[in-house]
C-alpha cells in the first residue's frame, strides 16, 4: 500500500478561483489516481487550489484522506464559500492532523515536512518558480521520495 501527498499551487497560479478551474484540476488528480490502485491513503494540506482538488479527488475515489492542517484557524481569513468547501472536505477526511496549535511563520513548512515524512511518494501541481510548493519539493528530493509533477498535464 502506498501514501501519496500533493503539493502544489494557490489559484493565483493556477488561473484564478473559477469553478472550471477547481474542476480541472479536480480531474487531472481524479485521473492520476486512478492510475495508481494501491493508494491506501492521500495526504493534503488543504489549502484553497491543488491541496483542494487533490482531497476532493481522492474522496470521489473513496480513497482515505488525511488532512495535514499547518495550524488550527488555517481558514479564518478565507472568504465564506472557501470555509465551507474546506469544513466539508474536513468532514469527509479519514483524519485530521493539525501540525501546530497556532499559527506559526513555519507552520506550512512543518506541515510540508510532515506530509513528506508520512508520505512514500509526492504528487506536485508546480510551475518551477519559488515558494512553499518549491521548499516541500525541494524536501521530498533530500527524503527521496518520489515526486511526479502533474504540471504538464494542467497546462498541456
Not at 44 to 49: D, F, K, Y
Not at 133 to 139: G, K, L, P, V
Request: hydrophobic share 45%; glycine share 8%.
Amino acid at each position: 500500500m502506498t501514501i501519496i501527498c500533493a503539493t502544489g499551487h494557490r489559484p493565483d497560479k493556477l488561473g484564478g478561483y473559477l469553478p472550471e478551474v477547481r474542476e480541472k484540476l479536480r480531474t487531472i488528480a481524479r485521473e492520476f489516481l486512478a492510475l495508481h490502485p494501491s493508494v491506501s491513503e492521500a495526504v493534503s494540506g488543504m489549502a484553497i487550489g491543488w491541496d483542494q482538488a487533490f482531497a476532493h479527488a481522492a474522496i470521489d475515489l473513496q480513497i482515505p484522506v488525511v488532512a495535514a492542517v499547518p495550524f488550527k484557524g488555517q481558514a479564518r481569513a478565507w472568504p465564506d464559500h472557501a470555509k465551507t468547501y474546506y469544513r466539508k472536505l474536513l468532514d469527509r477526511s479519514a483524519r485530521v492532523v493539525f501540525v501546530c496549535d497556532v499559527y506559526h511563520t513555519q507552520a506550512f513548512q512543518w506541515r510540508n515536512e510532515w506530509m513528506v515524512d508520512y508520505s512514500h511518494e509526492v504528487v506536485a501541481m508546480w510551475n518551477g518558480s519559488s515558494g512553499g510548493t518549491a521548499n516541500c519539493i525541494d524536501y521530498a528530493r533530500a527524503m527521496q521520495r518520489p515526486i511526479t509533477n502533474l504540471w504538464g498535464e494542467f497546462h498541456g
